[in-house]
């Protein structure tokens, strides 16, 4: 995607090849500032602090990271240290865990003087594949959004497509493209009129700081709804189709997502509005057959506590907004039954959330 006319990646490496670089996202949307990370440690501290976040990308720099490792210590022992520190940063998204075992399995049975190089290259196989299956489910995603879009008119209903998204599954949470923003940007680029409620997202307000800076970018029309602002606008009309990414899909079709998902699902049901979960083959987690399985990740209470934002003098300030003393409980993430989910779009086709639906389109899995 482009920023100011320059095409990015979110993640690519260094010139001197010996380091990685990323869009620093805890800056945005008031500073586009680039960071350079140069060892596994700052690179499990970036994913931590959600410097990089996103379940492909966060996954695409687990697999640098723990190239950059290798270098250091290409031992069997430094690799299962390096991956174990890379894959406690974010228990969710179980794209970390899917890169760090891809990578570990290439250089596992290879000479150790190979590993790192080895491993560099994989990661970098990753980044490309991430933008490629990006772009299909994109494309995949662009059929729903063409047939919804007709719909409405053959229905004579004026206006846009009106189309809601929670948290941020745009470029910035992949490697380029994203996953449940690709058919709206390919949507956008084909003249289909698109409007899109992007959903703040509390509390560190993905929604409202990266997905809208991305729209803004792309010149996709769109404004910001607070969290409990969905349903009602459901009730209300203004919404003809709710799409998602995701952090981690059961085998039974169980979602997991930013925390909010699974009530803006609850209400489009309530409200026959389709509820579509856009997702790479990676975010499959074929090991669990229930999403209850998942585990939850529990952050800092101080990100609900606290909020960041620009003073009017242009300084970045955080500001305590709640009695001093009242604690906050922080779940990043919710499931989403199967059952609530219309469909998959994935960039293998689009199927059922069940899965049989799932095996249908990644059969050898
Ligand atoms: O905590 P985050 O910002 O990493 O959470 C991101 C999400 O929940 C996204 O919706 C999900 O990773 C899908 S990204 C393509």
Redesign the pocket.
Known sequence: MKIKGVPYRTIWPTEDGKAIEVID?TRLPHHFVTVRLSDAEEIADAIWR?IV??????GAAGAYGLALALREDASDEGLDAAYEMLAET?P??I?LRWALDRVSRVVRNKPRESRAQIAWEEAARICDEDVEV?RRIGQNGLKIFRDAYAKKQAAGKPGPLNVLT?????WL??VDW????APIYMAHDAGIPIHVWADE?RP?N?GAS?TAFELNSHGVSHAILADNAGGHMMQAGAVDLCI????RVTANGDV???IG?YLKALAARDNNIPFYV???AS?IDWTLDSGALIPI?E?AMEEVTTMTGRLSDGHIATVHITPEGSPAANP??DVTPARLVTAFITEAGVAPATEQGLRSLFPKS
Request: hydrophobic share 35%.
């Open positions: 996202q959600m976040r996103g379940a492909p990308l966060i974010r969710t998204a794209n990006c929670h948290c941020n599954a745009g949470a992949c994203g996953t449940a923003l997202t560190r993905q990266l998602v990414g995701t952090d997991a997502n930013k998902t856009a997702l790479p975010t990740e952050r990043g993430f």
